[in-house]
């Protein structure tokens, strides 16, 4: 359904009261690409990345704060990103695509020679993402709904960049309905993103399992 042989659980069966969310062993380290040309009208991202900068082993990264010029540093890019395990993107959905900026830093910092290509393997064994808001329903991301096209299905370019890189790809981490979405599903929203990424962490967290999962928000609520 998605990259190949990865697919995704959780893998937490055994461990479910025994061990705490919050006392579980860091092992991953997440970089969150954070991209936002209008962060100033933001309400739903805004509290998405509220606080994210204090959940043990995340760096939260804001490209439209760094480079408003869009004058990225290739090379300090590079060195964040191989200091990480995990890459999250993390944007409003555009017109069904990423912010121009996040596009930019894509085709500068994940280039020829250094990310892909025979000798390109900067990025390699590390885990790809997004994370990603959208003012659609998810009913409306089907193919019998308004937008025509699966979520899955309008992030496959990211999908085989993954692949390109020979990175291993997450399911996304959707938040839907942000035209609509009320004042306590926000906060809900936020909350459940930092649960995520707690977990995402965790090295009991684990991307083995044969069936796979649409959204990464799906195997979060199965561990409510
Ligand atoms: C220029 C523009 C294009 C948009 N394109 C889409 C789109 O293709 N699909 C969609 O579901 N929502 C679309 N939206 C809605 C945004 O995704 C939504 O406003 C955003 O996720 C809200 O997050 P925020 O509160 O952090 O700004 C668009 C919004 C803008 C301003």
Do not use: C, L
């Given at each position: 359904m998605w990259s190949g042989s990865v697919s995704l659980c959780v893998s937490r069966k055994n461990r479910v009261g025994k061990v705490k969310e919050t006392a579980a062993a860091i092992v991953r380290s997440i970089l969150i690409v954070f991209a936002h040309p209008a962060f100033e009208k933001s309400r739903v991202n805004r509290a998405l990345v509220s606080?994210?900068?204090?959940?043990?082993g995340v760096t939260f990264h804001d490209l439209y704060e760094l480079y408003p010029e869009m004058d990225i540093d290739v090379k300090a890019e590079q060195r964040l990103l191989q200091a990480h395990d995990v890459v999250l993107l993390h944007y409003p959905f555009f017109l069904y695509g990423m912010p121009a900026l996040l596009k930019e830093w894509m085709d500068l910092v994940l280039v020829h020679g250094w990310a892909f290509g025979s000798r390109g393997a900067a990025m390699r064994d590390k885990w790809l993402g997004a994370v990603v808001t959208t003012g659609g329903g998810r009913v409306s991301y089907s193919r019998d709904g308004f937008n025509r096209f699966t979520m899955r299905e309008l992030l496959a370019p990211l999908e085989q960049t993954a692949c390109l890189c020979g990175m291993r790809y997450l399911p996304p981490y959707v938040v839907h309905g942000t035209n609509v979405i009320a004042k306590e599903g926000i906060s809900s929203s936020a909350a459940d993103y930092h649960r995520m990424l707690r977990l995402l962490s965790?090295?009991?967290?684990?991307?083995?399992?044969?069936?796979?999962?649409?959204?990464l928000n799906d195997c979060l609520n199965e561990k409510r």
């Open positions: 606080g994210v900068d204090k959940v043990a965790d090295d009991a967290f684990r991307f083995d399992s044969p069936d796979g999962r649409e959204y």
